[in-house]
């Protein structure tokens, strides 16, 4: 750690901890708010002004210069490196300040900022880390607004890569908001509200009443559960009476495909693509609300002919011209933003190819006669294309025009299905005519569709046509992940990484973080279970999360509030830094969120050094004023994995370089192996791998770890190890399964080598040879464990016919039911062993010993098994219990306990049954 600045509320200065000299805070040698002078201004004078040789990506839920940003990350940060040649530098800067620092444009500090606390930690990095810190902050979503970092730099990064391209919107949040501004001699502002299916909220309620902070007035089509809602005071839902009057055209929910709303008190009109139904709150959805006087006031207009407190219905517009067309009218009526006098009658009818405004805005699209525009459109009911699959009920089309040295653009909303059919010209749905709809054209910049594009990203549309060239989107990620159909989706939903400070003395730092679709506390989910140690909380906090010194050494206290950092007196109110001390030392984390129950709908990041005089620094400031508050906090679990196989069935006591060997065919009792497991021949673990360490012609294999070798810190809820072996030699049916518990290996084709580390635990490897034709029964239950797959050589041409096993070389998970299975499949050989393979996935929710392995062997089972302090050894059920096997115990004459051992699995009572089980007996093991 190169250096560390803490502020308190209305300090001009600065207070700094080096953690090479940390024998306390020292002053900062000049105010903040100057541009010299003291470590904020030092540690970033390759960002806020050019430097040779110095490129940077830089973070900021609030960035600079950029209004209205919303995101659920609250992290701030830049990432530097060194691009000349042969150098490995690199810092890691993570702060607290708002819309700082602006870049390239000179150190201009925030004075509003002057009245809160704020801490800034800077920290030394090898160049080659900056992968290991995208990986973490991907997953806590932060919003890059500055990057120039050359490609070459980052060559083989993937994380980073992610993270410089924007992707972090694959995780969500699950509602956004952007703002953009309609172009005109007297701009509008316009703001898009999205949500994605992963959140379940109801739209009107939950995402736009709630930003609105306004009562609002729903026309819109309504099921029979959503009622209007009059209990707030100031945030109604007041349902708009059916049949209204658009003008002189009459309406009507029914009829009327248009879901629109108005606010009160106004000025605020917002096209809504959901209906106000119970379903959308499974569904993406999307809004875009303008605020805009004579526009809100043609809507309130309608909304107030015959208000209601419940009901709903839909409409057409258009911006600089907006169109409504009533049910059953052929001609619509036009509203135009800069002369919104009132609706205008629509010149012809909107069947007609041209004449009306429909038409005139779709012209460019719907025809071919002008190569200089072009334009995405989507639409949940696209033109040619039946029966497609989406919950995105969202319509529309962005334009721009790519004439060189031209900004323009527009973005049109509407509600019609199955149109405009793409330069085939104008086409009207002729069953639409019975129906009212909504057009809403706004004329934009085009530097201004990214933006748009992050919105209706996460109301996940289904894209129909795309002509616009990449040449015009360069540096737009979001409009190139719309444009690719991708979708918020992915887990992990926590992560971890290690790194090192680069320095004398390297200081470890790990990084945790979560996506919001995690649903953790952050402090007590993941610090605490990461830690395991009791931590000291400095942090603005609610009044819902408390406390918690119930169980011993895990124990949540929070720091008392006002305290004193080397003389400035600070307070949590004021303070904007978030930070933990662990007890017993030497651990100290900088959090990006608060202690309050919201952070568990977000996401998050820690930063947390190991070092102790940075440590002691911090504890002193705990030290003052301690309060220990008593209220709960959750075990730690952990994950333990295993792995096995037949002919041959290895066991290694823990702390034991030599194994016990146990053959099926010739079983009288385990044998001493003959040569350490270290040595890379001479002993059946060795023996089984041969032709995975090494090539071989015509041995082919696929492999599996939760802990795969030269992979770090991969996060995967399956605890399985193996690898599955085929023959592809002409006329040959031969293969092998191995289940084993040792992390990190088998490395493919590299070698033979043992893991130095895993000689003080115990390991168990089954090695079974079967018939090739018989890996697609295995697949099939491999695949509900999901486990993690690191190498795959089988050609495709041995597996034809497999559809289990190419899920699973696919990595492709069960989202379907059954999440339990049971396959069962015959050792080859003279006395062939039937062996039964049960499995279930993590939806299931099934405590595995007991549901699963108990229910189906209908037999007592004693377990070998690390356990919890939940799951109890169980008697109750006749023929039916669950024994726990006495730790000590003895392999032969190797001995063995359960805290070091890590393999898990029980033999049946009566026999003759032994299965090797994946995960402890643990709780856990229910997810």
């Keep these: ?74 992290t701030k940060g830049v990432i530097i490196v060194s691009t000349a040649a042969r150098a490995n530098e690199g810092r890691w800067i993570v702060h607290t300040v708002p819309g700082f620092p602006a870049a390239k444009t000179g150190y201009n500090w925030p004075a509003a900022e002057n009245a809160k606390g704020h801490l800034l930690i800077c920290m030394t990095i090898a160049e080659t880390q900056i992968n290991a810190i995208a990986s973490s902050l991907i997953r806590a979503e932060p919003f890059v607004y500055y990057n120039d970092i050359p490609e070459s730099e980052i060559a083989g990064m993937g994380d980073f890569k992610k993270l410089a391209e924007g992707q972090t919107a694959t995780l969500p949040p699950f509602t956004i908001k952007q703002s953009i501004k309609i172009t005109a001699a007297a701009p509008i502002d316009v703001h898009i509200y999205s949500k994605s299916a992963k959140s379940r909220y109801e739209f009107y309620k939950k995402v736009i009443l709630k930003k609105l902070k306004k009562n609002i007035k729903v026309w819109s089509r309504r099921d029979n559960k959503l009622k209007g809602d009059c209990r707030v005071v100031e945030r109604n839902i007041r349902l ?190 002729a069953s639409e005519m019975a129906k009212g709809h909504l057009l809403i054209c706004m004329t934009i910049a085009k530097t201004q569709i990214n933006t748009i594009a992050a919105s209706l990203f996460r109301a996940e549309p289904f894209v129909y046509y795309n002509d616009i060239p990449e040449t015009e989107t360069a540096g737009m990620p979001d409009f190139k992940k719309l444009a690719e159909g991708q979708i918020p989706t992915i887990p992990p939903f926590t992560i971890s990484r290690a790194i090192k400070l680069t320095g004398a003395d ?52 929070l720091i008392k509030n006002p305290v004193e950092i080397a003389g400035h007196p600070t307070n949590v109110e004021a303070d904007e830094s978030n930070w933990i001390v662990s007890e017993p030392g030497n651990i100290f984390c900088f959090m990006d969120k608060p202690y309050a129950k919201s952070q568990a709908t977000e996401p998050a990041l820690a930063a947390c050094f190991d070092q102790a005089a940075i440590f002691a620094r911090f504890n002193t400031i705990a030290a003052q004023f301690l309060c220990f508050c008593y209220y709960q906090i959750t075990q730690i679990r952990k994950i333990l994995d295993a792995k096995i196989q037949m002919v041959q069935e290895t066991q290694i006591g823990p702390s034991q370089d030599m194994g016990k060997f146990l053959a099926s065919d010739a079983p009288a009792n385990w044998v001493n192996g003959a040569a350490a497991v270290t040595a890379d021949a001479g002993h059946s673990f060795a023996a089984a791998l041969n032709d995975v360490v090494r090539n071989h012609i015509n041995v082919k294999f696929f492999a599996y770890n939760n802990v795969p070798p030269g992979i770090p810190n991969v996060k995967t809820k399956s605890n399985g190890k193996g690898v599955i072996m085929i023959s592809t030699a002409v006329g040959v049916n031969d293969g092998a399964w191995i289940v084993h518990t040792v992390p ?177 007996y643990a709780v856990t093991i229910q997810k």
């Excluded at 973080?513 to 989910?525: D, H, P």
């Excluded at 007991?850 to 037999?859: D, G, Q, R």
Aim: overall charge positive; aromatic content about 8%.
């Design 1 to 74: 750690m190169e250096q560390e600045t803490k502020i308190g509320p209305n300090q001009p200065n600065g207070k700094v901890l080096i953690s090479t000299a940390a024998a306390n805070w020292a002053d900062g040698a000049a105010p903040l708010a100057n541009p010299a002078g003291h470590s904020f201004a030092g540690s970033l004078t390759g960002v806020v002004a050019n430097a040779p040789d110095i490129t940077f990506l830089a973070y900021n839920n609030v960035p600079p210069a950029v209004p209205n940003v919303q995101t659920k990350s609250n």
């Design 240 to 429: 708009i009476k059916s049949p209204a009057q658009i003008g002189d055209h009459a309406t009507n929910i029914e009829a009327d495909e248009s879901n629109w709303i108005v606010s009160e008190p106004g000025n605020i009109f917002c096209f809504m693509d959901k209906p106000y139904a119970k379903s959308q709150a499974a569904e993406p959805a999307m809004a875009v609300c303008i605020d805009q006087n004579a526009i809100f006031a043609r809507f309130d207009a309608i909304a107030a002919q015959t208000l209601q407190f419940h009901k709903t219905r839909n409409a057409r517009t258009k911006l600089v011209p907006e169109m409504q067309t009533g049910p059953a009218q052929n001609t619509g009526k036009l509203l135009a933003s800069d002369v919104p006098g009132n609706w205008e009658d629509g010149a012809r009818d909107v069947a007609q190819a041209n004449g009306h405004s429909f038409a005139a805005t779709l012209n460019d699209v719907v025809g071919n006669n002008n190569n200089d525009v072009k334009f995405l459109a989507y639409n949940n009911v696209p033109p040619g294309i039946p029966n497609v699959k989406t919950k995105s009920n969202g319509k529309g089309i962005i334009i721009i025009r790519t004439t060189v040295g031209q900004n323009d653009g527009a973005w049109i909303v509407h509600t019609v299905p199955g149109f405009p059919a793409a330069r085939t010209g104008y086409s009207w749905p």
């Design 506 to 557: 390297a200081v470890p730092v790990h990084i945790y973080s979560k996506s919001a679709k995690s649903r953790y506390e952050m402090y007590k989910k993941v610090i605490l279970k990461g830690l395991k140690k009791t931590i000291k909380v400095w942090s603005r906090r609610d009044n819902k999360l408390k406390g918690d010194c119930r169980v011993p050494e895990r124990n949540i206290r």
């Design 744 to 920: 990190g290996f088998p490395k493919a084709r590299t070698g033979y080598s043992w893991p130095a580390d895993e000689i003080a635990k115990g390991h168990l490897l089954i090695c079974m040879t079967i018939a090739e034709t018989q890996i697609n029964a295995i697949a099939a239950s491999l695949f509900r464990a999901e486990p993690f797959v690191y190498y795959n050589d089988i050609p495709e041409t041995e597996t034809a016919g497999m559809p289990d096993f190419k899920k699973l070389a696919e990595g492709q998970t069960p989202t379907t039911p059954p999440f339990t299975i049971s396959r069962t499949i015959k050792l080859t050989g003279a006395d062939a062993v039937p062996v039964h393979i049960y499995s279930k996935s993590a939806k299931s929710r099934y405590e595995f010993y007991k549901k699963v392995i108990l229910k189906k062997l209908t037999k007592t089972i004693k377990v070998w098994s690390r356990s919890d302090n939940k799951l109890k050894g169980d008697c109750r059920v006749i023929e039916r219990n669950i024994r726990l096997i006495k730790s000590p115990a003895q392999i032969g004459d190797h001995p063995t306990n359960i805290e070091a051992d890590e393999s898990n699995w029980i033999v049946s009572e009566p026999g003759n049954i032994f299965c090797f089980m994946d995960k402890p």
